[in-house]
Nanobody, 127 residues
Framework: QVQLVESGGGLVQAGGSLRLSCAAS????????LGWFRQAPGKEREFVAT????????AYADSVKGRFTISRDNAKTTVYLQMNSPKPEDTAVYYC????????????????????WGQGTQVTVSS
């Protein structure tokens, strides 16, 4: 089992940058696929980015591709989401999630594939 705690959210101007962090407990961090999701008011939770256990494979939602970067540091048991050139439509609560997997190269883009979730961090992008 793993516990996830997000940080780094806040208010950012459009075109700026922000880095979210998600610290995980447990000694088996490297055995988890990790992902970032977000949920805006009145909308369903949506996929943002995911990274494989090894960090070698990543995937992004089309809406953030080229602007956001997911990375992980298995030694620090932390996953990051670097948000560059955010837009007002990126405003949402951002959640990190973890899913155990046996393959080092797999990643998951659907929320139901993740068993563990953080409590979320609010990101507000002003225009």
């Amino acid at each position: 089992q793993v516990q996830l705690v997000e940080s780094g959210g806040g208010l950012v101007q459009a075109g700026g940058s922000l880095r979210l962090s998600c610290a995980a407990s447990g000694r088996t961090f490297s055995s988890y696929v990790l992902g970032w999701f977000r949920q805006a008011p009145g909308k369903e939770r949506e996929f943002v980015a995911t990274i494989s256990r090894s960090g070698g494979n990543t995937a992004y939602a089309d809406s953030v591709k080229g602007r956001f970067t997911i990375s992980r540091d298995n030694a620090k048991t932390t996953v990051y989401l670097q948000m560059n050139s955010p837009k007002p439509e990126d405003t949402a609560v951002y959640y990190c999630a973890a899913a155990s997997d046996y393959s080092s190269g797999s990643y998951f883009t659907a929320h139901y594939q993740y068993a563990y979730w953080g409590q979320g961090t609010q990101v507000t992008v002003s225009s």
